[in-house]
Each structure stands twice: as structure tokens, then as C-alpha cells.
């Protein structure tokens, strides 16, 4: 009988850090996003200064991220969000045309992830 309740409670423990690593990835990947797209208004209105600073804390967050999600999410799809992450910046000192590209390219990847990893009906069956 221990056994089993020991099992039950594994099993049990187990659900509940999913679910909840499903929530706080929900979280952090909207916060990703809130930063990319303050990036971006930056970098569209033509202020690199606070773009490149608006970065630099992209930066940051995504390394946090980044190392969370890596335990919830295949590599795969964080190596291509990774990509175009470290592209921003280059892009931004440079005031590259290829710039609104790498923008849409992270968050599509990062909208990726959240659709592909969180369950739904429609991912489940």
C-alpha cells in the first residue's frame, strides 16, 4: 500500500510541475513578445538609441528564457527563435531593410513554440 501511495504522489507531483511549467512558459513567452515588439516600435520610429537599449533588455529576458524553456521545449524550436534573436541587434546598429524580417521571423517562432507545446484539443487528437 505505500507503494502506491508513493506512486500516486510521483505521478501526482508530476502533473502539477507541468502544468504549472506550462503556465509560467505562457508567461514568459508574452514577455519576450512585449519586449520584441517594444523593439520594434523603437527601431520603426527611427530611435536606434532606445532600440539598441530596448534590445539589450530583449537580450537579457531571452537568455532567461531561453534556459526555461529549454526544459520544456524541443531544441529545434528555440534554435531558430535563438537565431534571430542574436540577429536583432547587428541589424539594429546597422539599420538594416532585413530588420522587420528578423522581427517577424522571432515572433512567429516564439508564437510558434507556444502553439505547438501547450495542449489543446486540436494538438492532442
Not at 512558459?25 to 538609441?49: A, F, I, Q
Not at 532606445?50 to 526555461?68: F, G, I, P
Amino acid at each position: 500500500m505505500v507503494r502506491i501511495k508513493i506512486s500516486l504522489g510521483i505521478v501526482v507531483a508530476i502533473i502539477v510541475l507541468s502544468v504549472s511549467g506550462i503556465f509560467v512558459l505562457d508567461y514568459k513567452t508574452d514577455r519576450v513578445l512585449k519586449l520584441l515588439e517594444e523593439t520594434r516600435s523603437y527601431s520603426d520610429e527611427g530611435d536606434n538609441e532606445k532600440a539598441l537599449e530596448a534590445a539589450d533588455s530583449l537580450e537579457k529576458e531571452w537568455e532567461k528564457y531561453h534556459t526555461y524553456a529549454s526544459i520544456f521545449v524541443r531544441n529545434d524550436k528555440i534554435t531558430n527563435v535563438q537565431t534571430s534573436m542574436s540577429r536583432l541587434k547587428p541589424l539594429i546598429e546597422k539599420d538594416n531593410d532585413e530588420l522587420n524580417a528578423e522581427f517577424e521571423n522571432a515572433k512567429s517562432g516564439l508564437e510558434w513554440i507556444i502553439e505547438s507545446e501547450i495542449p489543446k484539443l486540436t494538438n492532442i487528437l
